[in-house]
């Protein structure tokens, strides 16, 4: 069964920072890329970022370029999503995902509030 935890969201000022992370089980992560997508109120989920298997390879929205960066630790099961020079655009409920095929699994996502 995989599961996809978030945890490290909150509250911060605009100018700050958080760092993201997801505990994942359930799959061989350590050959899997996952991702991060956000909501905000009212708007459609996003991308923000995607990390490959190895954490070589990384890919970033034009929105969060230069200010988040995503990692990976394969013995810990953790990717991770630092979060810096943070805007209160940013403001929304993050979530971690993994593709297996044509499946999508997601985390129930954590609330990150960006207060100007």
């Known amino acids: 069964q995989v599961t996809l935890v978030e945890s490290g969201g909150g509250l911060v000022q605009a100018g700050g920072s958080l760092r993201l992370s997801c505990r994942a089980s359930?799959?061989?992560?350590?050959?899997?890329?996952l991702g991060w997508f956000r909501q905000a109120p009212g708007k459609e989920r996003e991308f923000v970022a995607t990390?490959?298997?190895?954490?070589?390879?990384?890919n970033y929205a034009d929105s969060v370029k230069g200010r988040f960066m995503i990692s990976r630790d394969n013995a810990k099961n953790t990717v991770y999503l630092q979060m810096n020079t943070l805007k209160p655009e940013d403001t929304a409920v993050y979530y971690c995902?993994?593709?297996?095929?044509?499946?999508?699994?997601w985390g129930k996502g954590i609330l990150v509030t960006v207060s100007s």
């Open positions: 995902q993994m593709n297996q095929g044509s499946i999508n699994y």
């Open positions: 990390i490959n298997w190895n954490g070589r390879s990384t």
């Open positions: 359930g799959f061989t992560f350590s050959s899997t890329g």
